[in-house]
């Protein structure tokens, strides 16, 4: 390879696309050291983090794989409010920034954000970050109930966890002294930390090996690559302004509305939410990176899924939404559950742009937004526990595709192993399996939400909070498909508690939880028949709903 040539930014496709991989495969290596290290559950088996790594502007240059695809998109965002808060020239080796500012960050107190300088002989040339959601924050439970921010946790301005690799002592103290789980939330801090270190080690082996001696003309390469395929992508769909709504359950009595109008333009693409629900005092609100992070990252699915992400693949894409709204909300509005709303984003867009390219979308999915059961109390030696069910409702049908049952969407969490979520807390999980007939019928049937029972078995009464949607409003099916089941949930003595509100449950009760279906794709009568009778042998349809979707008796 000729240096010059490659400080100068003239990379042949085949060196570039080495180069790509190689640095996809740091930022995948840095979620691998997080996930090994990492103490509690929620990273390590549910997948609710991400890693990136960043140029010197703090662009994202790489995303990991495998983690929250929000997580991914915000990073760099929250970079550059740490760049304000420390210009690049301060940074040392070793310093490691912290935060969990909702406007600054992922939009709600318990995700963790961390950002680390990476230095190559002496120069710096980028950032690893990482955000991973932290088993506990103080305040609150995890909820949806709060009526302020300041119920809900500590809040972290951007500070130095890390001071030239050496702790901050007083703000570890700090953290620690708030939370209910301090040995957990410090080695999740940790993980962190060593997820930060890999990538920057890994980056610097990369530069040897290749010869570069920064990222400067990498960067640019790689952005501009990523922005011109979205561009492209953007350019197939027909110019025009494309409307749609939804409603959601929002916090009872009161609903929430979303408005959604897409404007395509050559290569542009914009999404205003002109016209959605007034912020609320509960904690629904969506700040204005997940709000843009949840706009962007279905665009990306749909138009352009194949090409990896950075920053240029956003860059064609502009989203607005009303400050005072619930999409941007002013501070110190509660924001705890803000996926409630955030993931509804998805189906709302999925369904303007079936207007447009409807062999581009899927249906909306029943697992957006993501339901969730946190548990909170004593085990039977008096240790102190939460534990969170990551399970996920079904996806919608797609063009040419049954939609993913028990599949999270737009987020990527899951429940992962249900031994490990059993062997950390007083609870057993009696049924966790397929809920019949709960997919939308359609000539692609969306995907089955599940049922979950579970039982408390500690020996006092344990706190539960729910967030939960989707009991009143469906995943509504799309060019003629029907709508998913609704969710439900309820107690084995027949009480139905409140779906976003904290409450007890005793010891011997089980939580039975319904997650609702994804919902179906085109006209029912257009299904092919073999694919109603093996539904039907599976259990995934009854003979009775084959009979009044389909017709098939």
């Known amino acids: 390879m000729n240096r010059n040539n490659l400080t100068g930014g003239n990379f042949d496709p085949v060196t570039l696309e080495i180069f790509w991989n190689r640095l996809i495969s740091i930022a995948d290596e840095s979620a691998a050291a997080l996930l090994r290290t990492s103490f509690s559950t929620i990273v390590r088996e549910s997948n609710d983090f991400g890693t990136v790594l960043m140029d010197e502007n703090g662009d994202s240059l790489s995303e990991n794989t495998g983690g929250i695809p929000s997580f991914s998109g915000i990073l760099p965002r929250t970079l550059k409010h740490f760049l304000a808060c420390f210009p690049k020239e301060t940074w040392k080796p070793g310093d490691c920034v912290i935060t969990n500012d909702p406007w600054l960050a992922t939009g709600h107190l318990p995700d963790i954000t961390m950002a680390m300088p990476i230095f190559h002989k002496g120069n710096l040339v980028g950032f690893s970050g990482s955000i991973a959601h932290s088993p506990d924050i103080g305040g609150s439970l995890w909820s949806a109930d709060c009526g302020e921010l300041f119920e809900e946790g500590l809040r972290i301005p951007p500070m130095k966890f890390l001071v030239e690799g050496e702790p901050n002592e007083l703000l570890q103290e700090m953290i620690l002294s708030n939370v209910r789980l301090p040995d957990q939330v410090l080695g999740d801090l940790n993980a962190q930390v060593t997820a930060n270190q890999v990538c920057g080690r890994r980056l610097n082996e990369f530069l040897g090996d290749s010869d570069l001696t920064n990222l400067t003309a990498l960067s640019q390469t790689l952005q501009q690559r990523a922005e011109t395929v979205m561009r492209r992508a953007i350019e197939e769909v027909p110019d025009g302004v494309y409307h749609a709504t939804l409603d959601a359950d929002g916090f009872a009595p009161d609903e929430t509305h979303i408005e959604c109008t897409i404007t395509v333009k050559g290569s542009t693409l914009g999404i205003d939410y002109a016209g959605t629900s007034p912020q609320i005092k509960r904690g629904l609100n969506t700040v204005m990176n997940y709000t843009y992070a949840y706009s962007a990252y279905p665009i990306k699915c749909a138009l352009d899924p194949q090409t990896p992400r950075n920053e240029g693949s956003y860059r064609p894409i502009t989203v607005d939404a009303p400050e005072g709204s619930i999409l941007n909300p002013r501070f ?153 089941a609704t969710s439900a949930i309820k107690f084995s003595d027949g009480t139905v508690p409140h779906q976003k509100s904290r409450t007890t449950i005793d ?47």
């Open 507 to 553: 010891p011997g009760i089980r939580l039975h939880m319904h997650y609702a279906g994804g919902g179906g794709y085109g006209n029912p009568a257009e299904r092919d028949e073999a694919r109603i009778r093996d539904d039907i042998k599976n259990g995934y349809i009854s003979k009775a709903a084959a009979l009044r979707d389909y017709g098939i008796s």
């Open 332 to 484: 110190p509005a509660p924001c705890n559950a803000r996926q409630l709303t955030g993931h509804l984003l998805a189906g709302v867009i999925y369904k303007a742009l079936a207007q447009a390219v409807p062999e581009k979308i899927i249906a909306d999915s029943g697992s957006a937004p993501s339901m969730r059961a946190v548990f909170n109390g004593t085990d039977r030696q008096g240790n102190q526990v939460t534990q969170i069910l990551f399970a996920s409702g079904g996806v919608g049908g797609c063009p040419g595709k049954d939609g993913l049952s028990t599949t999270a969407f737009p987020t990527n969490a899951g429940a992962g192993s249900i031994e490990a979520f059993e062997s950390i807390a007083p609870l057993i999980v009696w049924k966790k399996e397929f809920r019949t007939d709960s997919g939308g019928a359609g000539k692609f049937r969306g995907g089955l939400g599940q049922e979950c029972e579970i039982e408390v078995r500690s020996r006092e009464p344990m706190r539960l909070s729910l967030l939960s949607d989707r009991w009143n409003h469906p995943a509504e099916g799309v060019l003629g498909g029907g709508n998913g």
